[in-house]
C-alpha cells in the first residue's frame, strides 16, 4: 500500500515553456501533498505544500507564481513550472501524507532539463 | 541554518557488519523522527521512524535509537547486505503540522 506516481519521469523543454508535473496516490486518498526539489548530491528541499481543495504553502524563497501548485482532488496534485530556466533544471519529487500517520510516501520523481 | 545534521557523507561497511548511521538535530520542537533510504533516480523510500517519547524503535534488520537529550539518532542496519547501498536520510517533524525537514543523507555502501 501507500504507493505514489509521478508523471512524467523525465521531461526536456525549451527555456520559457512550461512544464507541468502530476502526482498521483494510486491506492489512498491524500488530504496534504509535499513538492520538493533535489539538487545533486544535496538533500531534499520543500518547496510547498499541497492541501486538497485550498491553496498551497510556499517554503521562503519560493516563488508562487513560478512553482503553480493545484490539488484539485484527493488523489492527484500537480506542479507546473512556468516559464523554465535552465536553473529550474532539477529533480522534482512529490510526496503524501496517508491519513492520520505522519509518514510522507514519495513518488519516483521527475528529472526535469531545460535547454 | 541546518536543523538537521548527517555528518558523514559516506560509510562503507563489510556485508554481514553492523551499519550505523548517524543524525543529529538542533530543533526541540521535533518530536518525530524518520529515516528514508534512496537509490539514485527514484524517491526516497520509508524505513523506520520512532516518536520521541520512545527511544528505540526495531523493525527486523532496521533498529532506530533516540537519544533526546543529546539530540542524536542512529540507524543501525544489521546484517548489512549489499542491497542496502543507497543514500540514507533522517527527517525530522515538529510537534506542530507535517512537514519534514531532511539531513543531508549519508550515502552507504556495503561490500561484499
Known amino acids: 500500500g501507500a504507493v505514489v506516481s509521478q508523471h512524467p519521469s523525465r521531461v526536456i523543454c525549451k527555456s520559457g515553456t512550461s512544464v507541468k508535473i502530476e502526482c498521483r496516490s494510486l491506492d489512498f486518498q491524500a488530504t496534504t501533498m509535499f513538492w520538493y526539489r533535489q539538487f545533486p548530491k544535496q538533500s531534499l528541499m520543500l518547496m510547498a505544500t499541497s492541501n486538497e481543495g485550498s491553496k498551497a504553502t510556499y517554503e521562503q524563497g519560493v516563488e508562487k507564481d513560478k512553482f503553480l501548485i493545484n490539488h484539485a482532488s484527493l488523489t492527484l496534485s500537480t506542479l507546473t513550472v512556468t516559464s523554465a530556466h535552465p536553473e529550474d533544471s532539477s529533480f522534482y519529487i512529490c510526496?503524501?501524507?496517508?491519513?492520520?500517520?505522519?509518514?510522507?510516501?514519495f513518488g519516483p520523481g521527475t528529472r526535469l532539463t531545460v535547454t | 541554518d541546518q536543523q538537521v545534521k548527517q555528518n558523514s557523507p559516506s560509510l562503507s561497511v563489510q556485508e554481514g557488519r553492523i551499519s550505523i548511521l548517524n543524525c543529529d538535530y538542533t530543533n526541540s520542537m521535533f518530536d518525530y523522527f524518520l529515516w528514508y533510504k534512496k537509490y539514485p533516480a527514484e524517491g526516497p523510500t520509508f524505513l523506520i521512524s520512532i516518536s520521541s517519547i520512545k527511544d528505540k524503535n526495531e523493525d527486523g534488520r532496521f533498529t532506530v535509537f533516540l537519544n533526546k537529550s543529546a539530540k542524536h539518532l542512529s540507524l543501525h542496519i544489521v546484517p548489512s547486505q549489499p542491497g542496502d547501498s543507497a543514500v540514507y536520510f533522517c527527517?525530522?517533524?515538529?510537534?506542530?503540522?507535517?512537514?519534514?525537514?531532511f539531513g543531508e543523507g549519508t550515502q552507504l555502501t556495503v561490500n561484499p
Open positions: 527527517a525530522a517533524k515538529e510537534t506542530s503540522g507535517s512537514r519534514l525537514t
Open positions: 510526496s503524501a501524507l496517508a491519513g492520520a500517520a505522519y509518514e510522507q510516501y
